[in-house]
């Protein structure tokens, strides 16, 4: 059996709600790519369809099947206010008949009234999920135990509900929809130049580690620079390994991955997890401007602000990147007071 049927054996062994428009498009940004003197790509995970799409589309395929399988009425989620981990969990929960209870953190400080209220959570009320809210954005333990006390609660009423954690002592199921996603990769440049590094969101690293070890699961040894959006890189590399080392043990694979396959870059992080900084605005309306495409504040757009510092740095010169795009763009609206801040395109006012 050769790499990718043996990866796909070990996918197939979880229940999976497949939903998603795959493959994604990958695409040249030869306007963009220009500006920076690099060969630039895109991979279109932002058009993964359900809800908005995005990344989580494929992580929530694999929560969702669990859920189905055990005959689950109800999923329950935690994430930040403007989340698009929710807003794509209560899609797909409705799409497969199931209600969805939403706990929304307060990581973010600052915040005016469309974060509170417009993009990703206008969305997770159309979508008719039960909205809670959580006073603290830096205790995953704490937020994984309020929704337990949500679930506990339902099923006192009957009902049967499905946790999806965030907090790392999980097994790491969303990671599968990107060992996956790593299959997809390796088909669509099979005729195309190979590219040199792969730059990708650094988060919960579900994503990042998913298509790491998915990667070098097929002995493709492309680099996977990890851009943080709420860690310190040392930080961030610790977490990187350690969902690794579980998503190898989840899937039964046995893989040494070496300390130079953890590649973290933490300089378009400050001030913090979901806080927009000037480079981050600029590299949203630079890639709106010269491609027609929109990244997000929180994950994307900080992706392609480091990605800008990097190749100013000269880390990148000349090489073929392919820069991932995860989705978010609902957020946009969210943080639409800061965004147009100051702004001469700002619109009327
Ligand atoms: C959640 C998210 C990420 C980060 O993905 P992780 O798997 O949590 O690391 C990146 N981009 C977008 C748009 C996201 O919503």
Request: net charge negative; charged share 20%.
């Amino acid at each position: 059996m050769n790499a990718v049927d043996r990866l796909k054996e070990s996918l197939a062994r979880f229940p999976r709600a497949a939903v998603a428009h795959l493959p994604t498009p990958l695409e040249p940004l030869a306007n963009l790519g220009g500006d920076l003197d690099l060969s630039l790509f895109v991979k279109r995970d932002d058009c993964t369809g359900i809800g908005f799409g995005g990344n989580k589309v494929r992580q929530l395929e694999f929560y969702l099947g669990a859920a189905l399988a055990e005959e689950a009425d109800t999923v329950l989620i935690t994430g930040a206010v403007q989340s698009n981990y929710v807003r794509t969990a209560a899609a797909m929960a409705g799409r497969f008949g199931m209600d969805c209870h939403i706990q929304l953190e307060e990581r973010v400080t600052d915040v005016d009234d469309l974060y509170r209220n417009n993009g990703n959570v206008l969305l997770d009320r159309l979508l008719g999920a039960t909205l809670h809210s959580f006073p603290e954005g830096e205790n995953e333990a704490g937020a994984d135990a309020a929704v337990g006390a949500i679930a506990e609660r339902l099923r006192g009423e009957g009902r049967s509900p499905y946790i999806i954690p965030l907090g790392a002592g999980h097994p790491p199921l969303g990671a599968l929809g990107y060992a996956s996603a790593a299959i997809e990769l390796s088909m669509q440049v099979e005729t195309i130049e190979p590219f040199d590094e792969i730059v990708i969101a650094s988060g919960s690293a579900a994503t990042h580690v998913g298509l790491l070890v998915g990667l070098r699961a097929l002995g493709l040894d492309i680099p996977v620079s990890g851009i943080c959006v709420r860690r310190a890189a040392d930080i961030q590399a610790a977490r990187v390994k350690q969902r690794a080392d579980d998503l190898c043990k989840l899937m039964g694979l046995s893989l040494s991955l070496a300390d130079s396959d953890f590649r973290l870059f933490d300089g378009s992080l400050a001030p913090g997890y979901g806080r927009l900084n000037d480079a981050t605005v600029g590299a949203i309306r630079l890639t709106a401007q010269r491609e027609g495409l929109f990244l997000d504040p929180v994950y994307t757009g900080k992706v392609m602000a480091a990605l800008i510092q990097l190749n100013e740095t000269g880390g990148l010169a000349g090489r073929r990147i392919l820069f991932w795009h995860t989705g978010g763009q609902p957020a946009l609206f969210g943080y639409a007071g800061q965004l147009t801040e100051g702004s001469s395109s700002g619109g009327p006012s």
